[in-house]
Structures are given as C-alpha cells and as structure tokens.
C-alpha cells in the first residue's frame, strides 16, 4: 500500500494543532478579544451586494495593495496580500524553500515556520536561544554563515516567548544573510519597533503582517508581506489564481479605515498585559517580560499539565507549551478583556494552590 503514502516529510509530521474547546473563557490563540468596529461590520452586508458573484476576483487584488501600501508609505508593487500570513509564509516557502533548500528559524519561535519549510520539502537548520530566551547575535551569524540559508524567520515580538527581538539581532542578520530575511510582525502594534521601514529595493528583507491580532479579524483571513519588488514578484508566480475572494478584497479595503480606532486599544491590552504580568509574579510564576498581546510563564512548583488541566476544569483555556521542545513547565495565556484577565487569575490562584 505504500503508493497511498503521503511524502516523507508529510509522514514525519503531526500537523500544529491548537484545540479549540468551547469554553466561557478562550485564552489560547492571542486573537483580539474585542470585535471589530461596529460600523464596518454593519456595512458587511452592502459590501457583498456589491460583488459580482458570477465573476472572478480581481487576481492581483490591486485596489487592496494600494489601500496597504498607502498605510506603510510604500509602492503598492511591493505588497503581496493573502488568506492570513500563514498563507503568506506559505507563498514565500513556495517560491523560495523547497527540496534541496535550506530555512533557518532561532528556536523556541512560532512553529508553522519550520512545518510549512519541511511541507515544502526545505531543510530546516535551528538555532538555539540562550536559557533566558533572549537570541545572542553570535548564534544568528553562526547559523547563518554555516547554511546559508535561502530563508530566515524572525519574529518580532516572538511568539511564543513574547519577547521583543532586539533591532540589532536584525542588523546582524542582513549583515551576514545570502538569502531572504522574513520578520514576521504579527504582533507589531504591540512591540517597540518595527523592520518595515528598512524595507527597500536592494535589500532581502520583507516584513509579514496580518488582520488577525489588533485588527480583530481572526475570521476574516488576511495577512500580507511588505518587500522588494523582484521578490513580490516571485510571491505573485507561486500563489494560485485568484487566492483572494473578491468579498475578502472589498471588506478588507473597507476595514483598513479603521486602523486607527484599532491601534488605540493596543493601550487597553498593554494595561492589562501589565497587570496580569504582576500579578502572576506575585503569585509566584516566572514570567516572561511580553512585548506582545500574549504572556509566556512557568509554573516553578506545579506541574504544568495539571495547571493546564485546573484552567481549563474552570472554563479558562490557555496554550501549553510544556511538551514543545525547550519550553518545558511553560503555558502559554493570551491577554484577553479585563473580565477574561481576572477569570484567569483567579483560576490560577485555584490551580497553584491544588
Ligand atoms: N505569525 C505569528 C507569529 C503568529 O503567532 C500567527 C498566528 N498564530 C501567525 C503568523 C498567523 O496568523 P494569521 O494566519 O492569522 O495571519
């Protein structure tokens, strides 16, 4: 029966899993808890009147490269929209990943990285993080100049440790990068500071962002990557035909006037971020300084599974990272409404002192 077999990469490989439990309390996916302004979601219903059913989608979807590139103050040329920046990480390992090819990723990091890399059939090379999580510039040339790697992920704030990733790890990296350097931003608003400006035409970096974290549209699907033209190009070659619905397009051309309504209740979250931070502290839990809408922690006396297991017999639902590889004892919460935040503190009282 071998001739059903998937690929071998395929084979190796579990899939990224983060169960979705009905639960009073959801914690574990760093979506927005809040929705998204009334306003658009009320014009939903005339945007799909407005789309002609019967005809394909605009296939460069360029009004909305446009309307993007207007908000980074760049050439509409140099953006590339698809269904969520999964999907654009996706696009990117198609084009330039691939059998005989190497990714590279500094690990704990977000995992789809090194799953889609290996889909695709690349080698992925890891480096290591210091014990404290933070990533050593010396360990980023070092990987890099032994592979040559024709991607490189970084992820800034990174998931899953929260933490900002220091500009001159960057800087470090295009100085010693043969190949593409992705910083995924999928928590930017939240960070300190941003790669998107050192975008250009002469340099292999592109920054990945999505509607998925502040913007409140989980459900929507949109994500997009800002780089050089040349690789904007490749991105366009490796995707299908027509991947963006013409009703995704419009509504997402429709949202992009709320942005700024958007950014402010990144103060909201940052608060609360704050104030779940102290308050595990105080409870004894080692936490992880978050730059992010998400707070990476260790349960020092209590086993992380049984934790995992009190939150969730409570009706809170957070990640656990415990089984990841370096990340042993460490669960994973997503800052959520004030409401949410105090449920989870509270049940976490509970779950430490069992
Ligand atoms: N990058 C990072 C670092 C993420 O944490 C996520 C969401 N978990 C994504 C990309 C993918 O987000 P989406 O596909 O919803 O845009």
């Not at 989608?57 to 446009?66: I, K, N, V, Y």
């Not at 104030?275 to 992880?288: A, P």
Request: aromatic share 8%; proline share 5%.
């Amino acid at each position: 029966m071998t001739r059903f077999n998937p690929r071998e990469q395929i084979r190796e490989m579990s899939g990224y899993h983060s169960p979705q439990v009905d639960v009073p309390v959801r914690l574990n996916t760093n979506e927005s808890p809040f929705a998204p302004p009334t306003d658009w979601v009320q014009s939903i219903g005339a945007i799909a009147q407005s789309i002609d059913w019967n005809r394909y989608p605009d296939r460069a979807a360029a009004e909305l490269c446009e309307a993007i590139a207007r908000r980074h103050g760049v050439n509409p040329n140099q953006v590339f929209v698809a269904n969520g920046s999964n999907e654009v990480i996706q696009t990117i390992l198609l084009a330039y990943g691939g059998a005989g090819r190497t990714v590279a990723t500094f690990e704990p990091t977000y995992q789809m990285y090194a799953q889609i890399a290996r889909v695709t059939g690349a080698e992925v090379v890891e480096g290591e993080r210091r014990a404290d999580l933070t990533l050593d510039p010396m360990e980023i040339e070092r990987l890099v100049v032994r592979h040559s790697p024709a991607v490189t992920f970084l992820c800034n704030p990174n998931n899953p440790t929260g933490l900002v990733e220091p500009r001159e790890n960057l800087e470090a990296l295009l100085e010693v990068a043969s190949g593409i350097v992705v910083v995924d931003e999928a928590y930017a608003e939240f960070a300190d500071w941003s790669a998107m400006e050192l975008v250009s035409e002469d340099k292999p970096i592109a920054v990945t962002r999505t509607f998925s974290k502040t913007l409140s549209m989980a459900a929507l699907r949109v994500g997009y990557v800002v780089g050089p033209t040349w690789f904007i190009n490749d991105l366009r070659i490796a995707s299908l035909p027509y991947h963006l619905d013409a009703f995704k397009q419009a509504a997402t051309i429709a949202a992009l006037q709320y942005t700024a309504e958007m950014e402010q209740r990144v103060a909201i979250i940052k608060s609360e971020r704050g104030r779940i931070e102290s308050t595990m502290r105080d409870l004894g839990v080692h936490v992880w300084p978050s730059g992010s809408n998400f707070v990476l922690f260790r349960t020092t006396d209590a086993d992380a599974k049984n934790v995992w297991a009190s939150l969730l017999r409570q009706g809170v639902l957070v990640r656990d990272c415990s089984s990841w590889p370096r990340l042993e004892g460490c669960l994973r919460v997503t800052v959520g409404t004030e409401a949410e935040n105090s449920a989870f503190l509270a049940a976490l009282a509970v779950a430490l002192a069992e």
